[in-house]
């Protein structure tokens, strides 16, 4: 498996402008994590989605943030509108839940600059 | 509630020497232990975890950590460092049953030649 692939790789917007960061998670895994990375807060979990079904999304900061999983093998992140306070590197992680042992494996991360 | 601290922000080897990466943790439940590590502008790699069985656990790379569930720590080890070792080192925990795996700030190797 080519792991958990994430698009794209660098993105730059404008202030004001909408960013959709994009995630395929392992094939069979059924369990989805989006993190945000930064110096100041460092690994933060963003929302966690299980059989496509959003469980938690407590740590999305604002309603500028959406996710959505329409299907186990595609999950897509919305910024809109974006602000410079969002430049951070996201990641997707994806395991397989059937216990609570199993470890994330995580994308290569999108790093996102808001000018 | 569920939390990792990484005492440490830095750690700084010289190559050939032991490396110790220290971790702490809080949970209610029984925990689930992990590390990981980070290369510059890479994804999070997982090296081991701790579930349950023999304190000490064996990973990838030659890491080894040391579960201690009386001082509720989680040690990553090497015997001996590599320049190659030089990344950010992350533990997370998840308590019991809960989804939620919490991260600690994470720890910045430096192997020196």
């Known amino acids: 498996d080519a792991g958990v692939i994430q698009s794209p790789r660098h993105e730059v917007t404008e202030m004001g402008q909408e960013v959709t960061l994009r995630c395929k998670p392992i094939?069979?895994?059924?369990?989805l994590f989006w993190y945000r990375q930064t110096m100041m807060r460092g690994l933060e979990l963003l929302i966690y989605f299980n059989n496509n079904v959003p469980i938690d999304d407590s740590g999305m900061p604002e309603d500028r943030f959406s996710a959505k999983m329409p299907n186990a093998s595609f999950s897509t992140l919305k910024i809109q509108p974006s602000e410079p306070r969002d430049s951070a590197v996201y990641f997707c992680?994806?395991?397989?839940?059937?216990?609570?042992?199993?470890?994330?494996?995580f994308g290569q991360g999108t790093r996102l600059t808001v000018v | 509630a569920q939390s990792v601290a990484q005492p440490e922000d830095q750690v700084n080897v010289a190559e050939g020497n032991p490396l110790t990466v220290k971790c702490t943790y809080s949970v209610s439940g029984n925990p689930y232990l992990f590390w990981y590590v980070q290369y510059p502008n890479r994804g999070l790699q997982f090296l081991l975890k701790?579930?349950?069985?023999?304190?000490l656990v064996k990973g990838s790379y030659g890491f080894e950590a040391e579960f201690n569930k009386s001082q509720t720590s989680f040690h990553l080890k090497k015997p001996s460092a590599l320049v190659s070792d030089s990344a950010l080192y992350f533990c997370?925990?998840?308590?019991?049953?809960?989804?939620?795996?919490?991260f600690g700030a994470g720890t910045t190797v430096t192997v020196r030649a």
């Open positions: 997370a925990v998840r308590d019991g049953n809960d989804y939620k795996l919490s």
């Open positions: 992680a994806s395991s397989y839940r059937r216990e609570m042992n199993t470890e994330a494996f």
């Open positions: 094939s069979g895994h059924n369990s």
């Open positions: 701790y579930i349950t069985g023999d304190n």
